[in-house]
T-cell receptor
């Protein structure tokens, strides 16, 4: 049982480039989340999904897009990367009802220069 | 809107002493409260949660937390700190009145345990 996996672990982008951060969970969780964590700061919610085909904005969605075509996958797309998007990105998931806690992936460290 | 506050950026404790990491919250419905720990270059790991029932909840690694409704607090505690407890700790809250509600994280408290 791998839990929540994220790829890549590290990435350096030039300003204006685009990329997709991958997130996959094998726990059949309905809810999935993308957060960013800036140095020395807490987590900010970017986007979340309550099930396949359903996504919604979090606190800081500008500059990002998501899709949820399957239960397992929740990719995060960065278009026209900017230095302000330099951060560590975490994907998380949780199940329904009684499973209240979130399970986090190991993170993707992104630098935009 | 829900929110959570961790008033201390850093807490320093000597090994063997008790530790407390503070958290206060605001939520319109019933609070679901969580503590997570983050070690360097790692994702967040779940420590414990309060959903309902006893106000004192016990979690991983000997940690516990006390839910205080009147003070809207959920402080994390441990009777005897270990050097290995040094990490970044996050408090989080979700509105239990909605199954689709988002979990909101505090800004984190860095716990440093000196030998």
């Amino acid at each position: 049982n791998a839990g929540v996996t994220q790829t890549p672990k590290f990435r350096i982008l030039k300003i204006g480039q685009s990329m997709t951060l991958q997130c996959t969970q094998d726990m059949n969780h309905n809810y999935m989340y993308w957060y960013r964590q800036d140095p020395g700061m807490g987590l900010k919610l970017i986007y979340y999904s309550v099930g396949a085909g359903i996504t919604d904005k979090g606190e800081v969605p500008n500059g990002y897009n998501v899709s949820r075509s399957t239960t397992e996958d929740f990719p995060l797309r960065l278009e026209l990367a900017a230095p302000s998007q330099t951060s560590v990105y975490f994907c998380a998931s949780r199940g329904l009802a009684g499973d209240h806690e979130q399970y986090f992936g190991p993170g993707t460290r992104l630098t935009v220069t | 809107a829900q929110s959570v506050a961790q008033p201390e950026d850093q807490v320093n404790v000597a090994e063997g002493n008790p530790l407390t990491v503070k958290c206060t919250y605001s939520v319109s419905g019933n609070p679901y409260l969580f503590w997570y720990v983050q070690y360097p270059n790692r994702g967040l790991q779940f420590l414990l949660k309060y959903i309902t029932g006893d106000n004192l909840v016990k979690g991983s690694y000997g940690f516990e937390a006390e839910f205080n409704k009147s003070q809207t607090s959920f402080h994390l505690k441990k009777p005897s700190a270990l050097v290995s407890d040094s990490a970044l700790y996050f408090c989080a809250v979700r509105d239990g009145g909605s199954s689709a509600s988002k979990i909101i994280f505090g800004s984190g408290t860095r716990l440093s345990i000196r030998p």
